[in-house]
Every structure is written in C-alpha cells, then in structure tokens.
C-alpha cells in the first residue's frame, strides 16, 4: 500500500498517472504511455490486438494459435511476429523482465498479487485481468483501452460488443422449444458445469445449458456425466470446442451417445474458432453467441452469420476477410 | 569426534553455491555486475533491483528451505526411530494448506497467505501432540496420531476447497499448493529468517544430544534424558522449521527425506556431525534446484516436481545402500 | 556404597503385583545375579532399582537417599542401566554409542567436553574394544554389542551398574567374557545387579544371588547357598541335580528322572 502511494504520490503526470483499477480491484498507475506491453493472459492478448496494439506487444500467452490457414494468415497480417513473441502462461519473472515491458497484464487467477509484488520490485506496473463473464470480457477491453490510450476505440468496441449481445438476446428472448445443450469440455463426457461462460453462453442463445445445475469438479470448470446421465438428460444439442478430444465424430460413433436426440438428428456440432476459440472468454465470445443463437434458432437474430463475423475481424482487427473464404468455414 | 572440521565444512557449501546461483538467470547479468549490485558499485537500476530484489530473496529462501527441510527431516528421522519419515509426518503440510487456503478465501494477499500457513501447519502439529499426549506421548501413538490429524485436514481442506469459487480462489489455492518459490519477495523472507535463526541455532547447539532420542524411551530415561519433555521441545522446533519453509515453498518433497540419508552417507549417523552437514546439503541442493527451476525454461518448472524427479531415483540408491549396511531391514 | 530396596511393591495391572514386598541390597564391589522364571520379577525389579519406574509401594535407597529425590541427570551419574536390546535406527559406531553413555554429564545445547571423551576412551579400553572403536554397531558380533553397551553403562559412571540378562542369546564363550568384564569392573568398585536365566553363571561370576519367584524372593546368599537344588525345584517348578567337587556345586542341571 506504501509503495502505491508513494508512486501515486511522485510518478503522477498529466495524462497518465491516474490510478487505474483492474479487475482484481487494485489501483494501478502507469507513469506514461506504455510502448512495451507484455500479455499473460489469453483473452486480454486478443483485446490489444483489438485494440490495434499489436505491435506494442512485446510477449504473449496464447491459450491457443489459430490452426485455421484463413485465421493464421489474417494474424500474421495482423502481427507478421506473433510467433516471436509467444510465452509460456507461468514465465520466470527474469524471462519477463528480460523484455523490458512498460506494463504486464496478468491473470487475477493464474499470476494474481503474487507476480504483481514480485514485478513491483523492479518497479513494473501489474494489471490484472479476470473477465470470466460478458460484462466481465466488456470491463476488460476498457481497461485496456485506458492502460495504452485507446478509450476511444475500446468504446467503440464495447459498443459493437453489447450491440451483438442485445440483438441476440432479443430475438431469442421468446423462442420455444428451447432445446436443451450439452458443451462437452475436454472429453465427450466433461460437461461445462456451473456459471461457467460456455453456460452463459447456451442460455443467452436461447437453450438450455444442462451442466448448469452440476457443481463444477474442485479447481475446474466441467464435471463428469455417467452415461446414465446423458439418457436421462437427452441432450438435443451437442456442442464440441476445438481444443476438446473428442470431436462430432467421436458421438457418433460411440455406442453410448445413439440413443441421444442430438446424435439421431445430427445436431452435433464443433464451437468455432478463429483466432482463439470462440467460446473461451475473449472479444471472439460475442460471435460464438451470434453462431450459437443462428445454430439453435436460425434465423432469430436477423443477423447474417458470415457478413457479421468479417465485418467484426475488420471492425476490432483491421483484418480483411474475403465473404466467400468465411462463408466456406461454415461451410456455406 | 573424528571429522569435525568437515562437517563444519559441509556447512559452509552453500556460499559459493549461492554466489553462483546469484549469478545464473533468464536476465542476462555479467558475474562482475552481479558483484556490483551486491557491493554497492556503480550498475543499472534494473539490474541492481533484480539481484537485490529478485534474485538474492529467492536464493536466500531456497538456502533456508533447504537447510529447515533437511534438519527437521533428520531429527525426526532420529526422534521417531524411523529413517522413512521427514518432518511432514505430524500434519504440519496439511495444516499449512489447509491455512493457506482460508487465506485464498479471506484475504488474498500474500504475506497474510504466509501467516495463515504458518499458523495452520503449527497447529497442525499442536493438535497431533495433543492428541499423541492424551495417549501416553509415545512414539507410535504420535505417528498414528499424525496420520489421523493429517487425513483430517486434508478431509476439511477438501471442504474448503468445494466451497471455494472454482473461477478464483480455487485455482489459486491449487497453485500454492502445488508449490515453488517463484514468487518470494525480501519482506517475506523476515518471518522465515527469524524461525530459521531461531531452530536452526538450536539444533546446532543441541544437535549431539539429538543422538539420545533415537535410544528406546527407557534407555535414554536411564542416561538421565527426560524423554518426554525433550521429545516435545525437539519436535516444537522441528515444528518450526518445517512450518515456516513450507509457509513460503508450499510443499517440497523429497528434501527432507532424502538430504539426511545423502548426509548420513557421508558423515555417519551421528547427529553432531550430521546436523551441520544435512544443513549445508539441505541448502545448496534446493538453491540448485530452484536455480534450475526458474532458468531451465522460459516457464517456471515447479520445484516440488523437480525435488520429485531427482529424489525418488537418489532415495532408491542411498536406501539400498542403508539397508545393505545394517544387513536388512530389521 | 548400598543400593538398598526396601518393600517394593508394583503392578502393571492394579490388583496383580509382579513384585510383592521385595527388600535387596546391592553393594559395591559386590556382583549380585537376580535368578527367577520368565515372569517372577527380576526385570521390574531392576527397573525399579535403577529410577526407571516408580514403585507403587516401598522406596530405593542409595546410601539412605531416596533414589527419588535424585533428578534424572544426578541418578543417571549414580546407577547405570544395561539393557538386554540396543537397537538404533541408525548404524552409529561404537565409540559414539559408548559416548552416549555421558550424557548425564554433557549439559543442555552444548557438545561432549575434552573430559567426556577421555572417559569414553577409558571405558572402551577397560573392556578391551579400542579395536572396535570405529565399527559400525550392526557389524558387531552380538558378544561385542553386549559389551559395548557395557562399556556405555561404564562410560556413564555411576556406581552401580544394572544389566537386565547380558549373558542372553550369546555363545557360552561370548557369555564369559561379557560377564568376565562386569566381574573385573566390579572388582575396581562398582556394584552391579545382574538378571539372568543361567544358575549356572550365577554359580560362576555372582558374589551373592537372589532368587526370585512370583514376585518374591527366595533366597539371597552367597552362590552355593542359593543356586542349590532345593530351593531352585521351588522357584522353576521342576526337579535339579547338583554337579560338584565336594566345594559346593560348580553346576545344576534340571533332573532327568
């Protein structure tokens, strides 16, 4: 507490050196303008490069690189050197201060005050980061854009952000049936259980996120179902990400899913990605909404799925995508 | 005594092996900077804040780790006639996480997380002795009773660990738990220091009469031990050492274990040679190890699984080699 | 100097006494066999004798002080202890079990003086193992363990020296010599109290024997008043014979017939 204020007290100056809070509800002040930032948190790595502060980034976690060419492409025109710049989530704090950052943003969870005091000690400012929520994905992207200059435009983004958000929510408000969703985590047997954003996600799209009532196995964020279970649940909906082991395939050939709605309908699909996955918290969350709601009940949102999604990567990446390339990722 | 000077001489390993690893780091540093920064001479800022701030609170907590692990280990190993235990046995790490993991759920910063561990781990103890002392204080009755209390803990850590948020707090007591001194800063290393000082000078002025434990109760009654009550007393400051280095590493394994048996190897049984000795190892094995651990990678390797890796293979070998020594296992 | 008890009685189990009024004085220079069956006394006794337990009635005397008004350390100066097992956790070498034994004499947080090693010293030569200085315990013959617990109890100084069955589990050559030295430290001053199974060591070695049975004693006297055949049918329950040489036995052999 000392140290913050006297740094509040002696590093004050005119634009920066106001206290910024971030999300683990600590005050931090940047003395000036960052021009090296280093990222350890994968939705807030993607929020600097929304915020057109890529080449500000000097290292990078990335909970995972785009595997699609159409998505790595776009990056490397994005950041010709992202590769470069990628970290390990947990780096030594020397391989951190090796690079010199103006300022980390960390995870709250992950890093939380123990990086920040160790990194106060050789007096580089910690920002930590907690959006696990769509608000919380919202607070990130200002914060950031306040931490490197760039209200304006994080504004902006929040802005298109919740304007996604409200019209899906609107048009799936009053649908019925509401079918009932299954997000698969790691494993076809995970289930994402609890308030977790991939159940946030589920409900705001108009279904029924059936690991919603589960409580969450201690330290994660999914639980395991009996196959018993899944009859009983009778999932109409199965949803599988990209960085889980189990993919569509694997529910319809396993002997255990036949019997369900979804794998007799063929209502099993992958979460899509691009960047990041869609459906780990990031600025990509909001188009994974507007899939989920368009995949569950089409047409609800009066949106058009392929022209959202390349005016969003034009809009918060400045990245050009051609119509006819996106539409063929979804296979359109 | 037959070799004192070198197990005094044991204990003086650590210095060059702090120096060096004071030297060693992801951040390039020159050794005659790294002199600099530590004299007091003409270097950068950044450079001088990461030796001093960094570098030389990290390296000093994992000298005394080091040393608190192995002397503990070493007495209890006497103390409860049992060459398989370390000073884990009476509940102290259960306690500590499970006072590392209240403080996750009250209050986040990390110096009330180390006084919550602390705190836990000795009361840990405290409930075993107490417990032990219902039943008469003898050796087994402690170790059973140690058992009880540490499952227990671990029963309620569980508890807490089900009640924590699972988006915040809950990994956040995961990755204490898991352990390492990554993120060790000076202030933390005062309280550490002053429990270090205190059962390390202890043991090191007590250490021959250590041997007398490791006698059966009635024949060290007969030499005129009070068994009882110095059992209690070497246990408290057992207590304290193990508490307070597992308060600021979480748990690493292994050290207390194995450092003793590789000192006894070199030494010989007796306590007045092998405490200093186990001290000196205990130390500059863990500052190499956490040398290893915050430079072998970009990414920091969890201390607790390098500990891990090495000692099961080393114990295998020096544990053979004990039971060939005393012709078998009884 | 006498260590003298006078009506001990005491009970692991309240109501069923092991020892029942038993008066025995030990005495310097004097070495005294407690002879009995598997359960008659002999070991508690000794215990009791040597501070280790407190008996339930009657009280231990050293020279008309109660034994219990000694601290541990001050007892420990004056009576030794030899146990029957030593079994450290850890190989330690003879000479620093035998150093063991000054622990009355090295005070709290510091290490054995110049002095403590040269009486250390000197107890290792008066039982002849300055050659086994250095061995580790558990390369020792049970023999020499014997006698280096001995040579402990020596190093320990007291006057009188309590050793619960050393000729226990030992060849009769190794049975010899052990008792050989205690009869030689004994005829440089010390008392010794000695249980055994062997009437026939008693026969050998003792100055005067004390035969136990059901937590009482027989008899006590010299050798061959005690160890006679009579009295030992009483105390084991079986019938003996008597080897001599017209001076009393120089045997006793459970009889035959």
Same mark, same amino acid.
């Given at each position: 507490?000392?140290?913050?204020?006297?740094?509040?007290?002696?590093?004050?100056?005119?634009?920066?050196?106001?206290?910024?809070?971030?999300?683990?509800?600590?005050?931090?002040?940047?003395?000036?303008?960052?021009?090296?930032?280093?990222?350890?948190?994968?939705?807030?790595?993607?929020?600097?490069?929304?915020?057109?502060?890529?080449?500000?980034?000097?290292?990078?976690?990335?909970?995972?690189?785009?595997?699609?060419?159409?998505?790595?492409?776009?990056?490397?025109?994005?950041?010709?050197?992202?590769?470069?710049?990628?970290?390990?989530?947990?780096?030594?704090?020397?391989?951190?201060?090796?690079?010199?950052?103006?300022?980390?943003?960390?995870?709250?969870?992950?890093?939380?005050?123990?990086?920040?005091?160790?990194?106060?000690?050789?007096?580089?400012?910690?920002?930590?980061?907690?959006?696990?929520?769509?608000?919380?994905?919202?607070?990130?992207?200002?914060?950031?854009?306040?931490?490197?200059?760039?209200?304006?435009?994080?504004?902006?983004?929040?802005?298109?952000?919740?304007? /996604?958000?409200?019209? %899906?929510? @609107?048009?799936?408000? #009053? =649908?019925?049936? +509401?079918?009932?969703?299954? !997000? $698969? *985590?790691?494993?076809?047997?995970?289930?994402?259980?609890?308030?977790?954003?991939?159940?946030?996600?589920?409900?705001?799209?108009?279904?029924?996120?059936?690991?919603?009532?589960?409580?969450?196995?201690?330290?994660?964020?999914?639980?395991?179902?009996?196959?018993?279970?899944?009859?009983?649940?009778?999932?109409?909906?199965?949803?599988?990400?990209?960085?889980?082991?189990?993919?569509?395939?694997?529910?319809?050939?396993?002997? /255990?899913?036949?019997? %369900?709605? @979804?794998?007799?309908? #063929? =209502?099993?699909? +992958?979460?899509?990605?691009? !960047? $990041? *996955?869609?459906?780990?918290?990031?600025?990509?969350?909001?188009?994974?909404?507007?899939?989920?709601?368009?995949?569950?009940?089409?047409?609800?949102?009066?949106?058009?799925?392929?022209?959202?999604?390349?005016?969003?990567?034009?809009?918060?990446?400045?990245?050009?995508?051609?119509?006819?390339?996106?539409?063929?990722?979804?296979?359109? | 005594?037959?070799?004192?000077?070198?197990?005094?001489?044991?204990?003086?390993?650590?210095?060059?092996?702090?120096?060096?690893?004071?030297?060693?780091?992801?951040?390039?540093?020159?050794?005659?900077?790294?002199?600099?920064?530590?004299?007091?001479?003409?270097?950068?800022?950044?450079?001088?804040?990461?030796?001093?701030?960094?570098?030389?609170?990290?390296?000093?907590?994992?000298?005394?780790?080091?040393?608190?692990?192995?002397?503990?280990?070493?007495?209890?190993?006497?103390?409860?006639?049992?060459?398989?235990?370390?000073?884990?046995?009476?509940?102290?790490?259960?306690?500590?996480?499970?006072?590392?993991?209240?403080?996750?759920?009250?209050?986040?910063?990390?110096?009330?997380?180390?006084?919550?561990?602390?705190?836990?781990?000795?009361?840990?103890?405290?409930?075993?002795?107490?417990?032990?002392?219902?039943?008469?204080?003898?050796?087994?009755?402690?170790?059973?009773?140690?058992?009880?209390?540490?499952?227990?803990?671990?029963?309620?850590?569980?508890?807490?660990?089900?009640?924590?948020?699972?988006?915040?707090?809950?990994?956040?007591?995961?990755?204490?738990?898991?352990?390492?001194?990554?993120?060790?800063?000076?202030?933390?290393?005062?309280?550490?220091?002053?429990?270090?000082?205190?059962?390390?000078?202890?043991?090191?002025?007590?250490?021959?009469?250590?041997?007398?434990?490791?006698?059966?109760?009635?024949?060290?009654?007969?030499?005129?031990?009070?068994?009882?009550?110095?059992?209690?007393?070497?246990?408290?400051?057992?207590?304290?050492?193990?508490?307070?280095?597992?308060?600021?590493?979480?748990?690493?394994?292994?050290?207390?274990?194995?450092?003793?048996?590789?000192?006894?190897?070199?030494?010989?049984?007796?306590?007045?040679?092998?405490?200093?000795?186990?001290?000196?190892?205990?130390?500059?094995?863990?500052?190499?190890?956490?040398?290893?651990?915050?430079?072998?990678?970009?990414?920091?390797?969890?201390?607790?699984?390098?500990?891990?890796?090495?000692?099961?293979?080393?114990?295998?070998?020096?544990?053979?080699?004990?039971?060939?020594?005393?012709?078998?296992?009884? | 100097?006498?260590?003298?008890?006078?009506?001990?009685?005491?009970?692991?189990?309240?109501?069923?006494?092991?020892?029942?009024?038993?008066?025995?004085?030990?005495?310097?220079?004097?070495?005294?066999?407690?002879?009995?069956?598997?359960?008659?006394?002999?070991?508690?006794?000794?215990?009791?004798?040597?501070?280790?337990?407190?008996?339930?009635?009657?009280?231990?005397?050293?020279?008309?002080?109660?034994?219990?008004?000694?601290?541990?350390?001050?007892?420990?100066?004056?009576?030794?202890?030899?146990?029957?097992?030593?079994?450290?956790?850890?190989?330690?070498?003879?000479?620093?079990?035998?150093?063991?034994?000054?622990?009355?004499?090295?005070?709290?947080?510091?290490?054995?003086?110049?002095?403590?090693?040269?009486?250390?010293?000197?107890?290792?030569?008066?039982?002849?193992?300055?050659?086994?200085?250095?061995?580790?315990?558990?390369?020792?013959?049970?023999?020499?363990?014997?006698?280096?617990?001995?040579?402990?109890?020596?190093?320990?100084?007291?006057?009188?020296?309590?050793?619960?069955?050393?000729?226990?589990?030992?060849?009769?050559?190794?049975?010899?010599?052990?008792?050989?030295?205690?009869?030689?430290?004994?005829?440089?001053?010390?008392?010794?109290?000695?249980?055994?199974?062997?009437?026939?060591?008693?026969?050998?070695?003792?100055?005067?024997?004390?035969?136990?049975?059901?937590?009482?004693?027989?008899?006590?006297?010299?050798?061959?008043?005690?160890?006679?055949?009579?009295?030992?049918?009483?105390?084991?329950?079986?019938?003996?014979?008597?080897?001599?040489?017209?001076?009393?036995?120089?045997?006793?052999?459970?009889?035959?017939?």
């Amino acid at each position: 507490m000392m140290r913050l204020f006297l740094a509040v007290l002696f590093l004050a100056a005119p634009v920066f050196g106001q206290p910024v809070v971030d999300q683990a509800g600590r005050e931090v002040v940047l003395p000036r303008a960052p021009q090296r930032v280093v990222s350890l948190h994968g939705g807030a790595s993607w929020i600097v490069y929304a915020l057109g502060a890529g080449d500000l980034l000097v290292g990078a976690y990335f909970a995972s690189l785009p595997s699609l060419p159409l998505a790595a492409d776009a990056l490397g025109g994005l950041d010709p050197r992202y590769r470069d710049k990628e970290l390990p989530v947990k780096p030594t704090v020397e391989a951190l201060v090796a690079l010199r950052p103006d300022v980390v943003l960390a995870s709250s969870v992950v890093h939380g005050e123990s990086l920040a005091s160790l990194l106060g000690e050789v007096r580089i400012p910690t920002v930590l980061y907690y959006p696990e929520t769509l608000p919380g994905i919202e607070e990130a992207i200002l914060l950031t854009g306040k931490l490197l200059g760039r209200e304006e435009r994080a504004t902006a983004l929040v802005g298109r952000f919740r304007d /996604i958000v409200a019209r %899906v929510s @609107a048009g799936t408000e #009053k =649908r019925t049936p +509401r079918p009932r969703v299954y !997000f $698969a *985590a790691y494993t076809a047997q995970n289930v994402y259980a609890g308030d977790v954003i991939q159940n946030v996600l589920i409900e705001l799209a108009g279904g029924i996120p059936l690991g919603k009532a589960l409580a969450p196995r201690p330290g994660l964020f999914w639980q395991r179902v009996d196959p018993e279970g899944i009859l009983v649940w009778d999932p109409e909906v199965i949803l599988v990400p990209v960085y889980s082991r189990a993919s569509p395939t694997t529910f319809f050939t396993d002997p /255990i899913w036949q019997g %369900v709605t @979804a794998v007799r309908t #063929k =209502r099993v699909y +992958r979460f899509p990605e691009f !960047f $990041a *996955a869609w459906d780990i918290p990031g600025p990509e969350v909001v188009l994974g909404l507007l899939w989920l709601a368009e995949t569950l009940h089409p047409g609800s949102t009066g949106l058009d799925l392929v022209s959202e999604v390349v005016r969003f990567y034009e809009e918060f990446y400045g990245a050009k995508l051609a119509h006819n390339d996106v539409a063929a990722l979804f296979g359109r | 005594m037959r070799r004192p000077t070198f197990a005094w001489g044991v204990l003086l390993l650590p210095l060059p092996v702090v120096f060096l690893a004071l030297m060693v780091g992801r951040y390039p540093i020159s050794p005659g900077e790294v002199w600099a920064a530590l004299t007091g001479g003409e270097v950068a800022e950044v450079v001088r804040a990461l030796v001093l701030r960094i570098r030389l609170p990290r390296v000093g907590a994992a000298a005394l780790v080091g040393a608190n692990l192995a002397v503990a280990g070493a007495v209890y190993q006497g103390v409860f006639r049992n060459p398989l235990v370390e000073g884990r046995l009476l509940g102290v790490s259960s306690g500590a996480g499970l006072g590392a993991a209240l403080a996750f759920l009250l209050y986040r910063q990390p110096v009330v997380v180390q006084a919550f561990a602390f705190t836990g781990g000795i009361a840990g103890v405290a409930l075993t002795s107490l417990l032990g002392w219902a039943f008469g204080a003898g050796v087994l009755v402690l170790v059973i009773a140690g058992v009880l209390v540490d499952s227990f803990l671990s029963a309620v850590l569980g508890i807490v660990k089900y009640a924590a948020d699972p988006l915040g707090t809950l990994p956040a007591i995961t990755y204490w738990l898991l352990g390492g001194l990554s993120g060790v800063r000076a202030p933390d290393l005062l309280p550490l220091g002053i429990a270090s000082a205190i059962g390390l000078s202890f043991f090191l002025l007590f250490r021959w009469r250590v041997n007398l434990l490791t006698l059966a109760d009635q024949e060290a009654e007969a030499l005129g031990v009070r068994v009882r009550v110095t059992r209690f007393l070497v246990v408290g400051m057992g207590t304290l050492l193990v508490a307070s280095a597992v308060s600021v590493s979480g748990i690493v394994s292994w050290v207390g274990l194995l450092v003793p048996h590789a000192a006894r190897a070199v030494v010989g049984p007796d306590y007045a040679r092998l405490l200093p000795a186990a001290a000196g190892v205990g130390a500059a094995l863990v500052v190499v190890l956490d040398t290893v651990a915050r430079t072998a990678l970009t990414a920091e390797i969890p201390l607790g699984v390098l500990t891990g890796l090495l000692g099961a293979p080393l114990f295998l070998v020096l544990f053979l080699r004990f039971l060939r020594e005393r012709g078998g296992w009884r | 100097m006498t260590l003298r008890t006078k009506d001990l009685v005491y009970a692991y189990v309240p109501g069923r006494p092991v020892l029942r009024r038993v008066s025995l004085d030990l005495r310097s220079r004097e070495t005294t066999f407690l002879l009995g069956p598997n359960g008659s006394g002999k070991t508690t006794f000794l215990d009791c004798a040597g501070g280790l337990r407190a008996p339930g009635e009657g009280e231990v005397l050293l020279e008309d002080h109660p034994l219990a008004s000694f601290s541990a350390r001050q007892r420990a100066r004056l009576v030794g202890y030899v146990p029957q097992f030593h079994e450290p956790p850890f190989n330690f070498t003879a000479w620093e079990v035998v150093l063991m034994g000054r622990a009355p004499y090295v005070r709290w947080l510091s290490q054995p003086s110049a002095r403590d090693r040269a009486a250390a010293a000197e107890a290792l030569t008066a039982l002849s193992l300055e050659g086994f200085r250095d061995r580790p315990y558990y390369t020792l013959s049970g023999g020499e363990r014997r006698l280096v617990l001995v040579a402990r109890g020596l190093a320990q100084g007291a006057a009188f020296l309590l050793l619960d069955e050393p000729d226990a589990h030992l060849d009769p050559a190794n049975q010899h010599r052990v008792l050989r030295a205690v009869q030689e430290v004994v005829a440089k001053g010390l008392g010794a109290g000695v249980s055994s199974h062997s009437p026939n060591n008693a026969l050998l070695y003792a100055d005067r024997v004390a035969l136990f049975s059901s937590g009482e004693i027989l008899a006590t006297g010299v050798p061959s008043a005690v160890v006679t055949p009579p009295l030992l049918e009483r105390a084991y329950g079986i019938p003996f014979v008597a080897v001599g040489d017209g001076n009393g036995p120089r045997a006793v052999l459970p009889s035959l017939t």
